[in-house]
T-cell receptor
Framework: DTEVTQTPKHLVMGMTNKKSLKCEQH?????MYWYKQKAKKPPELMFV???????INESVPSRFSPECPNSSLLNLHLHALQPEDSALYLC???????????FGPGTRLTVL | EDQVTQSPEALRLQEGESSSLNCSYT??????LFWYRQDPGKGPEFLFT???AGEEKEKERLKATLTKKESFLHITAPKPEDSATYLC??????????????FGKGTKLSVIP
């Protein structure tokens, strides 16, 4: 089983809202990732967690705040977003940071 | 700077018309090359990992090959359900024990019945 789940599937929020994206995997993977993908562009890495510790932060604005409560869960907290933050947010996981990444279905975020 | 270039950007094939997609890369230290398939509005689906020049992997109508500078995804007798965007990614060492993927822009494949 190589399933990564993400909730919600769609999210519409205003620029003053606070919301969270959730990602879950039960494959025993120890590395988890957040990517942002704009239309007709490839995924762009935002954050990497390895063994529940943040190992890569690709200079992402502070209005995006990741959290890894345990080895199976990864959250992305959103606050004061801009319309240009509208995108497909993808979560991925891998056995270790050196292994194949498996992606979830994504959350389609629209910021009004 | 690590670079991944995919060509063509878009490809239209008749059903049954075989072809190849190209992924050329310039990286300081390749730690694996990956092919993913992505349908519109969905997450990338893993297809293949290749690690060394000369390596080949096959799955149904798809075959991936790797040289020192590029990879090819060969599609034999494609069907309409093979229509998708195919993404190539290379994994490189980013320091402090961490690795990351650098994606190409993808090839959008359309297979016409």
């Amino acid at each position: 089983d190589t399933e990564v789940t993400q909730t919600p599937k769609h999210l519409v929020m205003g620029m003053t809202n606070k919301k969270s994206l959730k990602c879950e995997q039960h494959m025993g993977h120890r590395a988890m990732y957040w990517y942002k993908q704009k239309a007709k562009k490839p995924p762009e890495l935002m954050f990497v967690y390895s063994y529940e510790k943040l190992s890569i932060n690709e200079s992402v604005p502070s209005r995006f705040s990741p959290e890894c409560p345990n080895s199976s869960l990864l959250n992305l907290h959103l606050h004061a977003l801009q319309p240009e933050d509208s995108a497909l947010y993808l979560c991925a996981s891998s056995q270790e940071n050196t292994d194949t990444q498996y992606f979830g279905p994504g959350t389609r975020l629209t910021v009004l | 700077e690590d670079q991944v270039t995919q060509s063509p950007e878009a490809l239209r094939l008749q059903e049954g018309e075989s072809s190849s997609l190209n992924c050329s890369y310039t990286v300081s230290g390749l730690r694996g090359l990956f092919w993913y398939r992505q349908d519109p509005g969905k997450g990338p689906e893993f297809l293949f990992t290749l690690y060394s020049a000369g390596e080949e992997k096959e799955k149904e109508r798809l075959k991936a090959t790797l040289t020192k500078k590029e990879s090819f995804l060969h599609i034999t007798a494609p069907k309409p359900e093979d229509s998708a965007t195919y993404l190539c990614a290379v994994r490189t060492y980013s320091g402090a024990g961490s690795y990351q993927l650098t994606f190409g822009k993808g090839t959008k494949l359309s297979v016409i019945p």
